[in-house]
C-alpha cells in the first residue's frame, strides 16, 4: 500500500528512509518540503536528486485531505470543513488575534465522551483522525493564510480545541504534536501548542512523558456530582485523582500553570456557591481559568448563562487572585465557535444499543 508521508514524523520518516537504503538527513529534509514550504508534489523538490524523487513518487503520496468548505466570518475567523470520507466532516478553525493567530484543529470524527452540553459529544463516535488528517489542518492553514508581511507565518498557535477529545486518539495526536514542534515543519514552541483534555487521567501522565505541551483541562464543575452528570468521564477519573493528575503534569510542563476551562451554563454551574467551591477544588493547583460561555445547539436543553452571573463569577476567582479570561464568541456568523464545530458526523458508537444493554445488566 501507498504511504502518506504526512503521516509521519521525523523518526518514523527516517525509518522510512532507512527501508528505502536512504540516509536518515533526507527526513528533515523532506519534511522541509512538506510542513515548512507546503509543497506536496515531490517533482518541485530541486534539492533531491531526480532519481530519489522518482523512487519517492513510486513508493509514496502527500496526500493532504481536502477542503469541503470554507467560510469567513466579518471578524477575520475562518472556518473550513475537512472532508473526512463516507460523508464526514470535521472542523478547522483559525482566529486572528493582534498578537498571535490560533489554530483550533479537530482529532477525532465526533467524540465518544457524551459530555451532556457539548454537540460534538451528543453525535457519537465515530472514528480516530489519522496523523495526516490532524496535521493535514496546519498545513492547509499555513497554505491558505500564509506569512505575514515581515515573513512569520500568520499562524503562531495551535489549541487541540475542536471535534474529539485528543487523549482518546493519544498515538496519532502525539505523532502530530511532533510535526508541529519540529523545527524543520513547523517549529512551534511547546508554550503554543495546547491539548486539551476532559481529563483523561492516564493519558495526561503519558502526555507529561512522551511530549509535554500547554495543557487545558476541562473543568466545568467543582464537584464530583454535578461533574459526574455533565462529563461523565467524571464517573471514571474523579476530581480528586484530576486535580492531582493536573499537579504531576506541571512538574514536565512548559508552562507552569493549568488552565481550566468552565463552561457557563444557566443556573447548572453558575453560581456563587458554585464559585468558592471551584476555589476550594483547585487551591493546590497554579492555574488560570478560561470561562466559557455555553453556545447553544438545538435541543442541547441548556442556556447559556446571563452576562451578570459570568462577571459575578469571574469576580468571585479574580478577587482570589486568579487570572480569568472570558471567551469572546468570535466568528458568531460562521457557527465558528467551541461545542458548534459539529460538521456531520454519522454515529457508530449504537448507543442506543448500548444504553439499552446497560439498563438491562
Ligand atoms: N475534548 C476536549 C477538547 C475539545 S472541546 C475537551 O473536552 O476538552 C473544547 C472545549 O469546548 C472544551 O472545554 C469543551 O468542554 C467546550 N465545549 C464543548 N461544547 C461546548 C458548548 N456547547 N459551549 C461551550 N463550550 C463547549
Ligand atoms: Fe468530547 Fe470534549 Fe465534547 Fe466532552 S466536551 S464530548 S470530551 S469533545
Known sequence: MTVNLLDFDQPKLAGFFAELGEKPFRAKQLLRWMHHFGENDFAQMTDIAKTLREKLAQAAVIAPPQIKLEQISDDGTRKWLIDVGANNGVETVFIPEADRGTLCVSSQVGCALECTFCSTGRQGFNRNLTVAEIIGQLWIANKVLGRDPKGERILSNVVMMGM??????????????????????????????????SGLVPAMDRLREECPVALAVSLHAPNDTLRDEIVPINKKYPLKELMAACRRYLEKAPRDFITFEYVMLDSVNDGVEHAQQLLQLVRDVPCKFNLIPFNPFPNSGYGTSHADNIRRFRDILMHAGYVVTTRKTRGDDIDAACGQLAGKVQDKTRRSVKRIMELSV
Open 164 to 197: 474529539g477529545e485528543p487523549l482518546a486518539n493519544f498515538d496519532n495526536v502525539v505523532t502530530a504534536l511532533n510535526i508541529m514542534l519540529d523545527d524543520s515543519a513547523y517549529g512551534l514552541s511547546r508554550r503554543r501548542v495546547t491539548v486539551s483534555t
